[in-house]
Structure formats: C-alpha cells, structure tokens
C-alpha cells in the first residue's frame, strides 16, 4: 500500500500538482484557512493587488468575506478591476498606501510583478528576469488611516486581515496606517531577506519596527530562491497582541 501511494504520489507531483496532508504551519494556504476562521476575518486589505492574484487565491482558498483591493499602475488595475466586477465583494482602488497623502513617480518594470516606488539594484536585474524598468507612472498615495473609514463603510465591524506585497514599500504603508492600527487583527508582509531593491529596509529591522507597534511573528513562508537556494523573500504573517479570538 505504501509502495502504491508512493508511485501515485510522484505521478503527480511530475504534473506540478501535488497530495498531502491538511498541515498549517508548512502551507500559507492552510494557514490562513485556519486563522481565518478562528479569528472570524471579514476583511482582507490586499495593498499591491496587481493582477488579484492574491484574491483569487483567496477564493480558491475558501474564503467568502470581502476583499478591498489597492494598485496604482494603470494597466494592473485594468486587469484588477476586470476581476473585481465579477465579484459583489471585492472592490479595487486605483492608488497606492502610503505614509502620507501625495502624488509619486512608480517604476512600472517589464514584468509588473516588480513594479515598486524603489529602483531595482544590480544583483535584482541580473537575478530576476523582468525586473528592468521599462517606464515611470505618476500615481496617488494615500494613507490608510485617512481612507480605511471609507473603504469598510459597507461593512458590518470589520475585522481585518492587511496583506502588503509592494515590493519594498510594505513599511511605508504600515506608517500610514498609524491611527487604525487597533482595526488590524492580523498583517501579512513580504520580508526582503536578500534586497533586490537599493534603499530597502532590511528583513530584521523591518521585523522590530512590526514588533515595536504591538504585532507579533506568527508565520513565515518562503516566497523565492536564488539559483545557490538562498532565501530572497519571505512572507511573514503577524498577530496583534493582545488578540481577540472569536
């Protein structure tokens, strides 16, 4: 019996498809099917929604509440905006969040996926294929505690999960977010362990500034590897402390 699963096992995996045990402390997807429900989130703060990737991974995942979705570049908010008008609870915003309320210049790079407020370093563009700047784009910055009101007007005592993939900028959103961070239960942030951004915080101290405004390490999840296998990115989920649990 253990032979036969074995074989199954790896006939499928030789798909790029895979079979195992539900076990949420090796899997995001898991992870947050748990903690969704024990904490009873009713809403995710997508900020860096590009595509909506990040949504639609959240429905595959089961979950049904809403999703309020922010991205600046044009184009990735066409294609967002596409997927948010198939879906009575998801919305998206064409702007960035930010730690004050201005206008910016963004670097939109030939793969969209590394678009960022800050310019890609050598060792990025010759790692990572698509991470050359291909143009600028002026977008709106907005601070989250002056929108958050707003955006969560339709809902009922929001209990909110922030999700920052912004490609260095997640701290800079998080300052942004200094008169409601009481509102967040849990913060999702994607950690640069090597930078491929000049100018990025460094994962440690990232992680002290998170802890010093009273959210704690719950999860860590590998995003990327080198080619040597070392650790790029990593996304790190965070509780608030104390944490109310329904």
């Avoid at 996926?113 to 563009?125: A, H, M, Q």
């Avoid at 709106?140 to 339709?154: S, Y």
């Avoid at 490609?167 to 942004?176: I, M, P, S």
């Amino acid at each position: 019996m253990t032979s036969l699963r074995n074989k199954l096992m790896h006939l499928i995996r030789a798909t790029g498809w895979s079979v195992r045990r539900f076990f949420p402390d090796t899997c995001l997807a898991d992870y947050l099917h748990v903690l969704f429900h024990n904490l009873d989130i009713n809403c995710v703060l997508d900020v860096g929604g590009r595509h909506g990737q990040f949504g639609e991974f959240l429905r595959d995942n089961g979950y049904r509440g809403d999703i309020i979705s922010f991205e600046p570049v044009a184009e990735n908010y066409r294609l967002l905006n596409h997927r948010c008008s198939r879906d009575s609870r998801w919305t998206g915003y064409h702007y960035a969040l930010g730690s004050d309320d201005t206008t910016r210049e963004i670097n939109v790079t030939e793969s969209t996926s590394f678009s960022s407020f800050l310019l890609p370093n050598d060792w990025g563009r010759k790692t990572f294929l698509g991470s050359a700047v291909k143009k600028m784009e002026t977008v709106t910055v907005r601070r989250l505690d002056g929108i958050l009101g707003e955006v969560t007007a339709h809902i009922d005592r929001p209990r909110i999960y922030l999700k920052m993939d912004t490609q260095g900028w997640d701290l800079e959103v998080f300052r942004g977010a200094r008169g409601c961070r009481d509102d967040i239960m849990v913060l999702q942030t994607e950690l640069s362990v090597q930078p491929i951004y000049k100018s990025v915080i460094a994962w440690r101290e990232a992680i002290m500034e998170f802890e010093q405004n009273g959210f704690a390490v719950s999860a860590l999840f590998p995003v990327s590897r080198d080619r040597n296998l070392r650790l790029v990115e990593t996304d790190c989920v965070m509780v608030r402390s104390p944490l109310t649990i329904t």
